[in-house]
């Protein structure tokens, strides 16, 4: 007769899948803080949520640009890293329910997920490889052991005969699956901290600039108006000043290994130490500069007191071929930006290598050590930040970073007008009313600002005196409002006489166009 075989206990119930997914949820956070405090004590390890994020930047399919900026604004960095964040994690949630049947498979995906991250760190220029090979491979390590532990942990706490986890048992595991996501987040926010105070303490200090061989005039009498609230300044603090560009995290190159290398087609190629570059004639100017993205009315544009090496200077030493068209600007985290020689040769036009801003270094946000400021340009084909090469190359040879992302080429800086003063949708008091705002037309000028309430006729408004063709100007208009709704619009002439238009366009491809118009209620 035979016994039949009895296993002491039946074989437990599936592990319930929310557990499973908090599981997952857990090990990968654990994973991206490790990753992150790895970043911030290793130097030149790869942040994870940066070198993805940059990778994404780098990927995105033509008008991703100005879609994201027209919803997030200056914002879209940050929703940038935390949407990588958050996908991140819930992909880990995923292979959390995956590791609870079948954990050969979940392994793969961890594996998967680590060298996507360190391909990601390698086309880091800001990274180097061996450290970054570190984070990679003790992020997924932790990624594996966190995941093991804690669908042990759930597994443990389910008894035989229950389809569910026992209460008790459930607290502890959720209590532990947060404890891991709290210390993981703790880790991540000292290691992004670490990151930021790192590269900074790495950056030696920029030390006395000298005094400008030129300094610009000072702005003329009349040149600001007085005494109206919530007008734009003439020029724009640097704490205030906008920040469009591609880097995720602000690159601080070490001004002892810095050098700005000038090459392509010159007869003469040479590369500048910052003291070197510093030693050269540093001249002063104020130029407004703007970004392509900027809608009618928007505040993507900024006037500022710049100082530096003249770009031509530098052209001349290095001796031009002619057969060079473009010049071509590289930033030290690979962001290009590309415009024609001939506007830099234009001698009633002055582009720098600017070495600072308002007085003062130029600070990290704005491209320390140096940054080109070409007048009249929109930033994305000129105005490269954190600079380090610059090339002479023909002008079908190179598109710069944005070019075939769908963006024009040739991009001057249009005609604009803002209304500041009252804002959009403001209640006014009957009577006298100022309205005031600001114009630009770099680096041609402005000649006139027009107002018009409602369908009346267009009227002149008071200007202010010019510091230069290459500046924005303020402009203020009293109207005698009556009682009731109205619309506000406003236009301007440049200087060479050309009215700016009312037909709208998107900032894509080439700058938005259109009238200002703000609505308001005079009570």
């Known amino acids: 007769m035979r016994t039949a075989v009895q296993t002491p206990y039946p074989a437990p119930p599936p592990l319930p899948w929310q557990a499973a997914a908090l599981a997952g949820l857990a090990a990968g956070a654990a994973a991206l803080g490790v990753a992150e405090l790895i970043a911030g004590l290793l130097p030149g390890a790869a942040s994870p949520l940066i070198a993805i994020g940059d990778t994404v930047i780098a990927l995105q399919p033509p008008g991703a640009k100005q879609f994201v900026v027209d919803i997030f604004g200056e914002a ?58 570190i984070g990679v491979v003790v992020s997924v390590s932790v990624a594996l052991v966190v995941l093991g532990w804690l669908l042990a942990l759930a597994r443990r706490r389910r008894a035989p005969e229950a389809a569910q986890m026992p209460a008790w048992g459930r607290r502890r595991f959720i209590g532990t699956s947060l404890a891991v996501a709290g210390v993981a987040l703790g880790s991540g926010l000292v290691g992004r901290s670490l990151l930021e105070r790192g590269r900074e303490a790495a950056l030696p200090q920029a030390g006395r600039i000298p005094d400008p061989s030129s300094t610009a005039p000072p702005p003329p009498a009349g040149a600001e108006l007085e005494g109206v609230e919530g007008l734009s300044p003439l020029v724009t603090p640097n704490s205030e000043f906008y920040r469009i560009d591609t880097a995720l995290i602000v690159p601080r190159p070490r001004l002892d290994t810095w050098r700005l290398r000038v090459h392509g087609l010159v007869d003469a190629p040479f590369e500048l130490t910052y003291d070197e570059l510093l030693a050269m004639p540093i001249h002063e100017q104020y130029v407004t500069i703007a970004c392509v993205s900027n809608e009618v009315g928007g505040n993507l544009v900024g006037n500022a007191r710049w100082a530096g090496v003249r770009l031509r200077e530098l052209l001349d030493r290095a001796q031009v071929r002619t057969e060079a068209t473009q010049v071509v600007g590289r930033a030290v985290d690979r962001f290009t930006a590309g415009f024609p020689l001939e506007w830099v040769l234009a001698a009633d036009r002055e582009a720098l290598v600017a070495v600072t801003m308002n007085g003062e270094p130029l600070p990290a946000d704005h491209g320390f050590p140096a940054r080109l400021i ?64 600001v114009a630009w037309a770099p680096d041609r000028g402005i000649n006139a600002v027009e107002v018009r309430i409602d369908d009346d006729d267009w009227q002149p408004a008071t200007v202010s005196t010019p510091i230069s063709d290459a500046t924005w100007v303020q402009w203020l208009f009293t109207w005698d409002a009556p009682p009731g709704a109205h619309t506000i619009r406003v236009r301007a002439t440049d200087g060479l006489g050309d009215v700016q238009t009312d037909q709208r366009t998107r900032p894509d491809p080439d700058g938005a166009r259109g009238h200002h118009q703000i609505e308001v209620t005079v009570t």
């Open 374 to 437: 070409v007048p009249g340009l929109y930033g994305y084909v000129s105005a490269t930040k954190w600079l380090a090469d610059i090339e002479l190359t023909t002008w079908e040879g190179f598109d710069g970073y944005w070019v075939p992302l769908g963006w024009a080429k040739e991009a001057p800086i249009l005609t604009q007008s803002r209304i500041d003063v009252p804002r959009p949708s403001a209640r006014v008091a009957a009577g006298r009313t100022p309205i005031a705002g």
């Open 76 to 133: 879209d960095k940050a929703i940038l890293v935390a949407t990588v964040g958050v996908v991140a994690l819930a992909v880990a949630a995923g292979l959390g329910v995956v590791a609870g049947d079948r954990p050969g498979l979940a392994r793969i995906g961890i594996a998967t997920f680590g060298l996507a991250y360190l391909g990601a760190g390698l086309r880091d220029p800001l990274s180097d490889a061996l450290p970054t090979l």
